[in-house]
C-alpha cells in the first residue's frame, strides 16, 4: 500500500486508509476475543468448584453419612451414591488425569500444526453453534475490508487477492480467495469462485457481483466490510447476553446437584434420629 501511494502521489491518503483499517480490524479482533473468552473463564471457574467439591468437601460427607445412616453406605439415596462414586474415582485419578489433559492438549496443538488439522479446525470454527457465525462474519469482513482498502489504495487486484490470501487467517478463507486469484488472472469473474466455497453468503455475493459490474469493486467491499462489521458487532453482544444465563444456569445445576447428593442423606439422618 505504501509503495503503491508513493507512486501514485497519494502517500498521505494511503496512510490514512492503512490506519483506519488496522484500527478497525484491531477493534474487531479484540470484540471477538471478548466473545471467546468469556465462557472459558466461566467453565474454568465451574470446573475448579466442582472438582474442589469432589476432591474436598465429599470424601468428609462419606465417612460421616457411613457411621450415623441406619444401613450404612447401602442406604444412601442413588445420586448421593454416583457422587460419592465420581469423587473417589476423581480422588484417586487426579494426577493421571491431569496428564491426560495435558497429553490431549499438546496432541490438538500438533495437529493443528498440521495441514489436514488446520484446515479440519478452521472449517469447524465457521459452522460452530453459536461462534460459526460470528466467525464467519469477522472473516468475511477481514476479506472485504482487506482487499477493498488494497485496490482503493491503487494495488494492483492480482496483487491485492495475494496479500488477501496470506492476512485471511483461515485457510477456508483463503483458498477461496486462491480460486479467485486464478479466475482473475485467467481473466474470469470473481463471483463464482466465491460462490462455489461456501463460505460467503448470496448477499455478499450479490453485492460483489454489482460492484464488479458497475466498476466500484472497492467501494462495494468497503460498504460489505462496514456491514458485516456491524453484525459482528451485533452478534457478539447476542453472544454474550445469551452465554451469560447459560452459563450460570449449567453451573447452579452442576453445584446444585452435589448440595443435594449432599442434603438427602441428612434429611434421613434427621428423620431417623426424630424417630428415635
Given at each position: 500500500m505504501v509503495k503503491a501511494g508513493e507512486l501514485g502521489g497519494v502517500l498521505e491518503l494511503v496512510l490514512n486508509r492503512l490506519a483506519e483499517y488496522q484500527e478497525k480490524a484491531q477493534k474487531l479482533q479484540n470484540k471477538i476475543i471478548a466473545a471467546m473468552i468469556y465462557p472459558v473463564i466461566v467453565m474454568?471457574?465451574?470446573?475448579?468448584?466442582?472438582?474442589?467439591l469432589l476432591v474436598v468437601i465429599v470424601p468428609?460427607?462419606?465417612s460421616i453419612f457411613e457411621e450415623m445412616l441406619p444401613g450404612g453406605k447401602e442406604a444412601m439415596p442413588p445420586l448421593t451414591k454416583i457422587v460419592m462414586g465420581a469423587s473417589r474415582t476423581l480422588g484417586a485419578n487426579i494426577i493421571p488425569i491431569i496428564l491426560g489433559l495435558i497429553l490431549i492438549f499438546a496432541f490438538c496443538k500438533i495437529f493443528i500444526g498440521t495441514k489436514f488439522g488446520r484446515r479440519f479446525v478452521d472449517r469447524m470454527k465457521l459452522n460452530l453453534p453459536l461462534f460459526g457465525s460470528v466467525q464467519r462474519k469477522s472473516a468475511i469482513s477481514r476479506f472485504s475490508r482487506t482487499l477493498g482498502t488494497l485496490v482503493t489504495s491503487g494495488v494492483p487486484i492480482l496483487q491485492a487477492l495475494l496479500i488477501t490470501r496470506e492476512t485471511a487467517g483461515n485457510v477456508i478463507v483463503a483458498a477461496a480467495v486462491d480460486k479467485v486469484h486464478d479466475a482473475v488472472k485467467e481473466g474470469e469473474s470473481i463471483v463464482q469462485p466465491l460462490e462455489e466455497s461456501g463460505v460467503f453468503p448470496s448477499?455478499?455475493?450479490?453485492?460483489?457481483?454489482?460492484g464488479e459490474e458497475t466498476g466500484q469493486l472497492p467501494d462495494m467491499l468497503l460498504k460489505i466490510a462496514d456491514v458485516y462489521d456491524d453484525e459482528v458487532d451485533n452478534a457478539v453482544s447476542a453472544l454474550t447476553s445469551m452465554l451469560e444465563p447459560i452459563m450460570i444456569v449449567v453451573l447452579a445445576v452442576v453445584v446444585g446437584t452435589i448440595v443435594m447428593a449432599?442434603?438427602?442423606?441428612?434429611?434421613k439422618i434427621i428423620q431417623g434420629m426424630s424417630g428415635q
Open positions: 474454568l471457574i465451574a470446573s475448579s468448584i466442582m472438582v474442589f468428609r460427607f462419606e448477499m455478499v455475493i450479490s453485492m460483489v457481483d454489482v449432599l442434603f438427602l442423606p441428612l434429611v
